[in-house]
């Protein structure tokens, strides 16, 4: 153990101050007082250091110690961690139950998985091959859908001069040894453990070019999220952010999924605890819990664990894409960690820089999310993270820092609209705040991947919604009646896009999720109906004669009626559309 | 032998500071006495020089010499038993309606501890108010936190009330059912008003209250609703029942926290609040809820009076992103004389959906809310735009809507403060003025479902 020793000085909430700490390093891991909680030095002055403690301090004494751990705050990364519940700081929460029941109590020291959990492992390299850093050695089936591979820590690589054989190995078990260069060996186990804060090395930095498939059509044609990409949901409270990042959760075409529920609701953690293993995944059979990570700490669990949360989460993510996997990170709420920031940045009396904040909530920002990326791995692999990040502005107003400068960071935001949710129009994504910076990155693989006409198909439908929104606003002052035709068309259109194309009904079975070639087919129906409807209108025939109620109430429909695999409704109801239209014409031709 | 010190260095708002501690625990109690007379502090702050204690009672009448502190070495803790029931405490859990003390050898920390996510129990269960506007279009759920939003002189004491006299469970029954109520900075009237009505209800064998009134010291405001938490904590997963939470109002205990933050000199966020009111809201409201394995259930009515009626206030902000929804109280409809006066668009149950419709409550319960609050939604479009062209130049199906809108509000929100409806009642009555608008306005039906409830 380190010969590292301070005493308390002073208490006040998280934040613990120590007399002695010459030696402790910043950003060292320390265990404070009798209970031995745990917390991280952040700062260092003369032989004064700071500490955040990560679990209640109330009890805590002043002179007791503080112990220094000698290493930065780490978690371990090995197989167990997909469908388990982590808190802040990367226990497990089902072993913290097994230790105190129901409650979480303090002093219970750091935990990580169960060091007699039994896999059974299989060798890719033998004894005398050269193991490089980050490469795989062995791999483990973990869940049906996630094959671990066990790689060697960032840094260590060398001659493989042990290693067992294929076979049932515990958690704890050494399964090898490689000597490198200056002559050190290294044990290889299953798992090793990584400083939070510090990036995972990877080889290089890939161009991103890939879609994050979501199945939500809102998002999939107009707002696209890319494969290693960055986006930003923000919207005041009741505007469905969770409901849109439970849906990312369950649909999204990640391998692997890592949810933040950070400084959020408990019932809603057991909401996901509930549901999430009875959801299955479309594109396996398999329950999603099997390809799940999720890290819970929820409003009244202590605020340092939150701040520390986050980066807990990201680097189980950059852990996976190291395998090679395309991991997604949904962060619900970045804000909740942004005041934890506040919080402990006010107890340690710092300049506040706008509302409270401190100055280095921007950089902080910046630095989580640009640990998003598609990159080539260093085991030679394709793999990529993607943050989602929740933001949950006071009052819903935009213009406060954390949303402001998650803007300068997150390319695609996702701007969650009251009114939308008080109408009942979920996703409550505003169409026109929003914004998504990868259409341009994006337009080959949509050519590729779907078809040539879906992006046309979207930007007329986005200057349809322009236009809308300016004759609302007159509308509201004189009524819809006196708009001319065309201008009463592009409304009806427009309401029609809106209930049978943005709007997605996250409870309904068909509608929950749609795979993108129906969706194509959706909006290629409506900008089929709009075309047709326009010749009739530019033809002379009224308004009155072209607005077919019925119609449109059977395209609004087509979401719920037509089944996402089988798409010959949508064929049928071009057809009608078509017939409608043209006997239309020829009836005023006469 | 715990320490006594003698005298202290400084008195300040509700905080004395002591200089020369040798042992002292974040979080202790302290016991003063002041010219003989026993107060109770807490340390809330630890610092090489001094620490900081906040005194309960408050800390008038305090000199340097005149006052002398003991350690106890204890968090504060309160005695709970079953006897609680029906007996009427203080902020900090003294016993005011003349019974003697509890006695009890359980002792409890009035901040608890947080329930472990793995160990809860996802709230399924309705609660039955007897409400329209709650039971179909934000139905409370056992263990759930609605707070009610209202303002200044709206009827948000009698709406609780309601709620409190008309509230059953649902697959409860036989099942033991209690209200812990915390008064929070209320004046004295409103306090006699809680307690007549639990009275006339019969319902007071049933009812822990503590009170802390308008006049009463600051601090023990940052008191009351933890230690009323802390007795719901022991009825429901000690004794396994079913407790209702209602603390009013909040918003007064916010501006004690705000006070005593100010009077430490720590750094304020927003409004003057401390950059901490959302993590200490939390660590009240997330106190509900309820644990896998145990009958008992906690669920959490606080009341907020929103400053100005603004809901963008940090105080119903905050309060919003913690708990599952809210009951958003208006002005306009109080003012039209429609009681209770639940503003239909902006209130909130996020528990609703997984516990109703079919097996629970009805099958038409989801989709008939959804299409009322939407098509409510399209009413005010349609008042913005009758606003300005008069009601006479509308369309057919817009005045089919102004009639919605007013029969919607006249006969499904205005029920009045005493009638008790049943959830069959009220979905049918939603059915009923749901038929006014023609079928293919109801976008968000199922056709089946139409053809079975509309117009019946």
Redesign the interface.
Known sequence: MSTNEGNI?????PVV?G?GMESFKLREMVLVGNHQLIGEVISVNDDIGIIQVYE????????EKIAGLGQPFSVTLGPGMIGN?FDGIGRP??R??EIN?????EGIGLLSMDKNAEWKVSFTLSKGDYLKEGMSFAEIQETQLVNHLLMSKPGIEGKIVEIKGNGIYRFGDVLGKVEDHQGNSHELKMYHRWPVRVKRPTKKRLKISKLLLTGQRILDVFFPIAKGGTAAIPG???TGKTVTQHQLAKWSDADIIVYI?C?E???????V??EFPKLVDPKSGRPIMDRTILI?N????P?AAREASIYTGITMAEYYRDMGYHVAVMADSTS?WA??L??IS??L?EM?AE??YPAYLSSRLAEFYERAGYFETLSNKEGSVTIIGAV?P????FSEPVTENTKRYANVFLALD?KLA????FPSINWLNSYSGYLETLSIWYDENVNEEILSNRNKMMSLLQEESKLLDI???????VLPDSQRLTLNIARVLK?GFLQQNA?HKEDASVPLDKQSEMLNLIVHLYDKAKKCIDAGIPISSVNN??LY?EV?RMK?NIPNDNLEGIKLLETKIDSYHDDLIKKYAR | MKKEYLSIKKADGPLIFLEG????????ILEITVDGEKRIGKIV????AFIAVQVFQGTSGISTLNTSVRFTGK?FELSLSKNILGRIFNGIGQPVDGGGPIYSKEKF?I?????????????KNYINTGISTIDVLMTLIR??KLPIFSGNGLPHKELAAQIVNQAKITGAEGERFAVCFAGIGITRDEGAYFIDKFEKNNSMQNVVIFLNFADDPVAERNSAPRCALTAAEYLA?NEGMHILVVISDMTNYCEGLREISSARE?????KGY???L??DL??L???A?M?KG?QGSITLLPILTMPNDD????IP??T???????IVLSRELFNSNINPPISI??S?S??M??SIGEGYTREDH?PLS?QL??SY??VQETR??TQ??GEE???EEDKKYMEFGRQFENSFVNQGFTENRELDESLDLGWRILSILPK?AL??I?EKMIEKYYGK
């Open positions: 000085i002073y208490i006040n909430g101050k007399k209640e301090t109330e009890g805590l004494s002043i002179n519940i929460l089902s913290i139950d029941k129901d409650f979480i109590p005041g409270f009741g529920g400084g609701r408990g019932n809603e953690m057991a909401d605890l509930n819970a929820t409003s009244n669990m605020i909740r005041e934890a506040r919080e006010g107890r009396e506040p509302e409270g949950s006071p009052g819903g107003d009251s008080h109408a009942k129009h509308v509201q002052l004189v009524g819809e009646d209930k409870f109620i019925q109430d609004i719920y | 501690v040798k042992e002292a625990k974040y979080g202790e702050q630890i610092d090489e968090s920390n901040n608890g501890r947080p329930i472990n996510p793995v160990a809860r129990a996802y709230p263990g759930q997963h720590e750094v304020p966020s927003r401390p950059g901490y959302y993590s939390a660590s409201y997330e106190r809820g644990i145990q809901i963008t206030h940090p902000d905050l919003g992103y913690i708990t599952e929804g809210q668009l902006p909130l996020r528990l959906k997984d989801a959804n609050i939407s939604a399209k913005a735009l300005i062209i130049d509308l369309s293919e976008d968000r199922d």
